[in-house]
């Protein structure tokens, strides 16, 4: 994002549920760019890192978050890759 500019933020778009083990996360991008997605499973615990970093290739970016079984509810937040 650019300090500079106020329409430039980060801002995560939607979490679509594919069914009761996979979610796809998606969030407005700068196209070369690159991310990882966070989650937590409460909002007391430390933010975990889904495997994998996302270079945009357009506006808007997706990540698949895909488990065994996901919890009822789960939090999460998209970081620029160091």
Do not use: E, I
Not at 32 to 50: C, F, I, P, S
């Amino acid at each position: 994002t650019d300090p500079t500019n106020a329409g430039s933020v980060l801002r995560a778009l939607t979490v679509t549920p594919l069914s009761g083990t996979a979610v796809t996360v998606y969030w407005q991008a700068v196209p070369g760019r690159t991310y990882q997605v966070q989650y937590k499973d409460n909002v007391a615990a430390d933010w975990a890192t889904l495997p994998g970093q996302v270079t945009a290739t357009s506006t808007t970016a997706a990540k698949l978050d895909s488990g065994a079984a996901l919890p009822a509810q789960r939090f999460y937040r998209v970081v620029l890759a160091p």
